[in-house]
């Protein structure tokens, strides 16, 4: 479980970081004629074509450098996982199998999918949603963990 820290949460910061991703997801497709999903630009690397790998690199670099970029600035908001080892491997493994099944993962449907009204992101979206939500409740309210 996350828990998140209400008392920091502020709907502007939420609204900006939105707009960024959409803005990022839009410029991505117009600049590079490709989908900004994070399961194909890393499932790229596994299996490189050749002049495929610098921008797949350099868009995976810019994900792990964001939060370097912050620091300089600020401290990063406060992460509690309330869940074992054991469950995030089995999660992480849940949501590569998913991502495989559905032809891309939640930022691929999900931001840039439904941003392009595709029907087929819509369903994989609302699928992923519906797994998530009875997977907690299966966890938290039959399991009691």
Known sequence: MIDVA????????????????GLAAA???LLNGRIA???GILGGLLS????DIVWRLAFMAGLIGAPLAWLMV???PPIEINAGYPSLVIAGLLVGVGTRYGSGCTSGHGV?????LSLRS????????AAGFITVYIIR???GA
């Open 6 to 21: 209400w008392s920091d949460f502020t709907p502007w910061t939420a609204l900006a970081g939105g707009l960024l991703i």
């Open 27 to 29: 410029l991505f497709l």
């Open 37 to 39: 999903g994070i399961s």
């Open 48 to 51: 490189p074509s050749r002049g």
């Open 74 to 76: 600020a401290d990063l």
């Open 112 to 116: 840039c999918g439904l941003s392009r």
């Open 122 to 129: 819509l369903v994989a979206t609302l699928s992923f949603m």
């Open 141 to 143: 309210h039959l399991l």
